[in-house]
């Protein structure tokens, strides 16, 4: 519907209620009339009067019934009809008959005469122009016909002049023009009006249409969001730190930890699931934390009794006054179950690939040991002929034998087995060996080092004997690419996982041996691998760089390096955990750093900063 | 009841059966019209007879040209005599009295007045102390007495209330006749025009109808 047409129906609505309120008004006047009439024809002229006869006056029998007569057709109407046409136009012929019915009951007075004048005024109510013409109309039939057949009885005279009648008319006429133009304003004002409530209308209309609209999408949009946060396993909160409880909580935590809805909404649910007593340094910081995002994992009870470790993220805002805040939940025991697994694992596939490697390594002081040992062995033979000769001679002398001829046997022998090479090379042979069993010892002790078992809380450890362990274990990934240039600065025993340490420490070589190797490949040059270790007393912690003279990490694939599963090496040549790995123990386990600075054709720089002052940062980090 | 219009075409036809509709709406259409011209022939009727009632003159007796001489009363020195004989019960009376006044007021001090209740055979004494009564008594110049069996009125020949006679001051009749329009209607009228124009000319007496009741229960009086 347009404006115009609403604008139609609005007028025509208000001049209906116009009018049945102007209905209202004349069926209430026309029985006040009526009852007025009889009334005024019962003090006025109750009687007439033959002699001492009288008898009911005339006026009496007029007022009732004639009253009634006039009230009849324009109440029935008003009942019937109420916003027919005709309605209006009965009520305003019976108005102007009652006017002349009132000046007649009073004797014809003058100033009765302004009922007429007040009846169109009444007329008016109605808002239809029209009826002033057919009251106007009834005033002048009735003054015509009475003027014509009884002329002396409204003009005075019996034969007026022609013109009384007009001056009769102007007056009503007077009132018509100003009731007319009252009407055609009051119109047009309904007009003005019914157009303006038809644009606000339509204008609401439109508002309300958008807002209903905008309330399906955000419902389906809320509809959409809950099924995507209720189909994942992180759960939706609002936990509110004031009453200590939780308002809304997703169904995966009612699932996941066993607590009842309304066991999640009881004040005080925080200390249940998650006690003050067993998580003083988080409750602590949850009661100082202000407005802004925050993340931290904490173990949490369940109903059965056990504990699952909960990553906590979302936004700790004010809702009315409360602190509250607002976020997911998830539950990463078994994520951490598994994150521990796929450490283990790829520290198993790191001695795996360096199996073969320490084997070598060992194989050959094992050789040259098993050799020298050949060789000692050997020698204790011909050793032993020389002693043999030499126990002869000593029973000749003290047996008074041919001592001479005993002598010359044992130089014989001694000739035999050139004892002189052998007094000097089997002590060196021995020197050897013991050397080699070092060497061999040193490898089993970086063994033992690098497979550090793992702990359930930090130790403080020396970061550069652990390098050292894991260059030597790592020796035989990188003696045919890179010389090898360690600058280990004095550093203080840091707190840190130390067999997590280890093979971030060997992943970062290996990655970077592996880099060098393929700059040098066939040329039979050898690149540069530089440790280097310092201790940043400002910052209060230590740093490890990891430097290789290889190809640089190229532009596209810079801002991948930490994603799990990315590699740029050849298949079975790299897994793509390694840097995700480091990036998880450094970061995430020792809220440490590891960064990175690379340069195409020039090589790459790994950092890792380790904090000294976090004890078990992992299950504390809360940032607000 | 109900008398809200909310519906454009109104009316109880918007009820009827949908299969009834044409039928019945045209019935009752031409019952409404029916009823419309009944209501205005009766109203046409009603207004008839109001208009024949006030319109129809009582009847006048024959006064007298010369004052008469058994009258009790007599015509003043000097200026003409108005006698007015009324009803006191009569509504009409009033009418008649507030033209008089209108008369008297015009007439400054040409006319000496005389108002004469009739109080017919039968009735108790005190019964013609009408608030008409008064009502005369205020105007100026007017003389107001009982007239007992309505003798004198008789003599004037006055068988309407309100009939009014004026002699001048030799005795000749003016005028006799009514000084209203219609029954009980006040304001302008032939009549009172007639008086104040003989006060000027004293040409021929002028008569005028007389509008209100019977003086008395006789015959004559009441064949109106």
């Known amino acids: ?624 | 009841m109900a008398i809200d219009g909310d519906h454009p075409t109104g009316g109880t036809s918007s009820r009827l059966p949908i299969a009834a509709a044409p039928l019945t709406l045209s019935a009752a259409r031409c019952l409404l019209v029916a009823g419309a011209a009944l209501w205005l022939v009766g109203i046409g009727y009603g207004v008839n007879q109001l208009r024949h009632f006030e319109s129809t003159p009582g009847v006048s007796g024959i006064t007298p040209d010369v004052w008469p001489a058994t009258s009790s009363l007599r015509p003043q020195s000097g200026r003409s005599t108005l006698i007015m004989m009324v009803h006191p019960q009569c509504s009409c009376t009033r009418a008649s009295l507030s033209e008089l006044n209108a008369i008297m007021s015009q007439a400054k001090g040409q006319i000496s007045a005389f108002v004469l209740f009739i109080r017919p055979t039968g009735m108790e004494q005190g019964w013609e102390k009408s608030p008409t009564w008064s009502q005369a008594e205020r105007i100026p110049g007017v003389s107001v007495q009982l007239d007992p069996k309505g003798a004198e009125s008789t003599r004037f020949g006055a068988l309407t209330s309100g009939h009014t006679v004026l002699y001048d001051p030799g005795g000749q009749l003016l005028f006799s006749g009514g000084i209203t329009s219609a029954r009980g209607h006040a304001g302008e009228n032939m009549g009172s025009e007639l008086i104040l124009a003989q006060l000027a000319r004293k040409t021929n007496p002028q008569t005028h109808a007389v509008f209100g009741c019977a003086l008395t229960d006789s015959p004559l009086s009441a064949q109106r």
């Open chain 1, 1 to 624: 519907m347009n404006i115009d047409t609403r604008a139609a129906s609005i007028f025509d609505a208000t001049l209906h209620k116009v009018q049945a309120e102007a209905n209202r008004v004349f069926f209430w006047v026309f029985l006040a009339q009526w009852v007025f009439a009889i009334a005024l024809a019962l003090i006025l002229t109750p009687y007439a009067w033959t002699g001492g006869t009288r008898s009911l006056h005339f006026h009496v029998q007029l007022a009732v019934f004639g009253g009634a007569a006039l009230n009849a057709l324009p109440i029935a109407l008003i009942y019937l009809r109420p916003a027919w046409w005709g309605t209006r136009h009965s009520v305003a012929i019976s108005q102007m008959l009652w006017s002349a019915l009132f000046i007649h009951l009073t004797g014809g007075r003058i100033e009765t005469h302004f009922h007429i004048f007040v009846s169109l005024a009444f007329l008016a109510f109605y808002r239809d122009p029209r009826l002033l013409v057919t009251a106007t109309l009834i005033v002048a039939a009735d003054h015509l016909t009475v003027g014509f057949f009884w002329p002396e009885s409204v003009y005075g005279i019996s034969n007026p002049e022609w013109w009384r009648f007009l001056e009769h008319a102007g007056w009503v006429v007077f009132e018509d023009i100003v009731l007319f133009l009252g009407c055609v304003r009051a119109l047009r004002e309904m007009h003005i009006l019914s157009k303006r409530e038809a644009t606000l209308d339509a204008a609401k209309q439109d508002v309300e249409r958008q807002v209903t609209e905008r309330t399906q999408d955000l419902e389906r949009s809320r509809e959409m969001f809950r099924l995507m946060a209720e189909s994942t396993k992180a759960a939706p909160f609002t936990l509110d730190l004031t009453r200590g409880c939780f308002p809304y909580v997703g169904g995966q935590a009612i699932t996941g930890l066993g607590f009842t809805e309304s066991e999640w909404k009881q004040p005080g649910a925080l200390d249940v699931i998650f006690s003050r007593e067993h998580n003083s340094d988080l409750r602590t910081r949850l009661d100082e934390c202000a407005t802004g995002s925050f993340e931290f994992v904490a173990t949490v009870l369940r109903s059965d009794g056990g504990r699952s470790e909960m990553r906590w993220s979302g936004t700790c805002e004010l809702l009315g006054g409360t602190k509250s805040l607002r976020g997911l939940m998830q539950d990463i025991t078994e994520l951490r179950r598994l994150g521990r697994e796929l450490t283990a694992a790829q520290k198993l596939e790191s001695v795996g690939r360096l199996a073969a490697g320490v084997a070598h390594e060992i194989n050959t002081p094992v050789q040259f040991v098993s050799d020298n040992v050949q060789f000692v062995r050997a020698s204790m033979t011909d050793i032993a002929a020389v002693i043999a000769a030499y126990r002869a001679l000593q029973e000749a002398a003290q047996q008074g034998g041919n001592v001479m001829e005993a002598a010359a046997r044992a130089t014989q022998a001694e000739t035999a087995v050139e004892l002189d090479y052998l007094m000097k090379d089997v002590p060196l042979a021995l020197e050897g060996a013991v050397e080699g069993l070092g060497r061999i010892a040193t490898i089993v002790r970086s063994m033992k080092e690098f497979a550090h078992p793992d702990q359930a809380e930090k130790t403080l450890a020396d970061l550069n004997q652990a390098i050292r362990s894991t260059l030597v274990i790592a020796h035989n990934e990188y003696k045919y690419v890179a010389e090898i240039e360690t600058q280990f600065g004095e550093l203080p025993l840091v707190p840190c996982f130390l067999g997590e340490i280890n093979q971030v420490v060997l992943n970062l070589i290996i990655n970077a041996a592996h880099a060098i190797s393929d700059v040098i490949k066939d040329t039979g040059g050898l690149g540069k691998l530089t440790i280097s270790t310092r201790f940043d007393a400002a910052a209060d912690a230590v740093e490890v760089v990891i430097a290789d003279s290889g190809s640089g990490i190229p532009e596209s694939a810079r801002n991948r390096v930490f994603d799990p599963f990315f590699t740029t090496k050849e298949v079975g040549k790299g897994t793509g955990q390694g840097l995700a790995i480091a990036r998880s123990v450094i970061v995430n386990k020792h809220g440490g750093t590891l960064r990175f600075e690379t340069e195409c054709g020039k090589g790459t720089a790994f950092f890792i900063r380790l904090p000294m002052n976090t004890i078990n940062p992992s299950a504390t980090r809360v940032a607000a």
